[in-house]
């Protein structure tokens, strides 16, 4: 396991605690403090590898976490360096000068170019091109409102969306006279083409906006952005993705999906504290994006999607859990993590398809899966199996109501004991 000198060692990191450091006394550490946890230095690859990661989180071992879906568990080193935070800056307001090279004791007032490059590395886009957000739904409000549509002009969107993804188009629609489209989409879909189909066939000349879920929230439907984005850019229409599931989860580049916005929580799956989200407006589209909320930054168009954050005075020690999250993901590899979210969701899948009495709603298509997984019980309701699994097992999963059954999302804090212990008490429920 690294020790903060070998934090330290790391790049991004020097240059995040620098520039919180910079001519103010370090708050000394609290009493008995533990030093920072990270993802072990040496990956093997093998369980014990995970299993040594899996002491990084709080959860309890007999405990079994599969709610990512709804809110990640942090990391120690995130917690960390929240609480370390706080208390520094509980501590040595005083020294807080105002000037010139000195770091702003809040956030909101300034453009936080270390974490948003941070970010910005981790999908694929660049730093002028992000705008950090509460979440999701403030990624997907500022597109709604800050494009100028017209009275009859289309938007499409899915029946599926989160309310986060859809109710800023409602807004829009109401206020504005714009259409919002709804396709229905078949649950479980049966392949990509299907999906494609359904907005190309949906679209007509007054359609200025495809609004694509990466992956729905309730049925875990990952939609084939990227070749949905070449077509939509071929006529001349905007997109906007809902990436609420999917930062932390799938290895992301902007560039290569080619959308023209992105918006995620990374508080999901990047394991960020609750509160951390991403808004991405690609460069030559950022100036056709009005701003929603202003404040002294808001018409400077020379700032980038810093014009998309003038929310005033925010946390600066959420940021710093913010970047610690992107460190601990970037620590164990964005493909690494990729793949054993896979390799744990696809032996789940693989079991439950063996119990006769389980019906798996979310996709089976190699190209649709994710991380998760809906799937629910015959004679067992929604929330029966949710409370049934916790009951006996320790299992948290959420309930997605009927006939969807329960969602399980895997993570990197899933051990394959635990799938497996799903398996076995679901055997057990169905006798
Ligand atoms: C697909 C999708 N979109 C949007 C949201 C809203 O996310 P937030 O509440 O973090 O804004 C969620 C939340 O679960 C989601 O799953």
Redesign the pocket.
Known sequence: MLDRRGFLGSFASVALLARAGRGHPAAPPAPGAEPPFWPPAVFQDDESYWRDLRRQFLIPADEAFFNT??LGSMPRAVLQAVTDDLSQVAGTIAHWNYKPGTPDYIAGYNPETDLRTALATLIGASPDEVALT???????NYVANGLPLEPGHEIILTNL?????RMGWELKSKRYGVYVKQVAVPVPPSDPQQLIDLYVNASTPQTRVWSI??????QAIRFPVERMCALARERGIFTVI????CSGHFQLDMKRIGCDAYYS?P??WLLAPAGC?FLYVTSDKLPGVWATLASATWDDYKAGAYRLMQVGTGSRSLLKGYAAAIEFHNRIGPARVEARIMALANRLRAGLQQIPQVTIHSPVHPDLVSGTTVWSLAGVPATDLMDGLWNRAKIRCRSMGDPLGVRQCCHVYTLMEDVDRTIATVRQMSR
């Open positions: 879906g709804t509460q979440n999701a739904t403030l990624g997907m969306e989160h309310p986060g993804g879920p990466h992956l729905t929230s309730g809902d990436g609420a599931q929580s508080h999901k989200g």
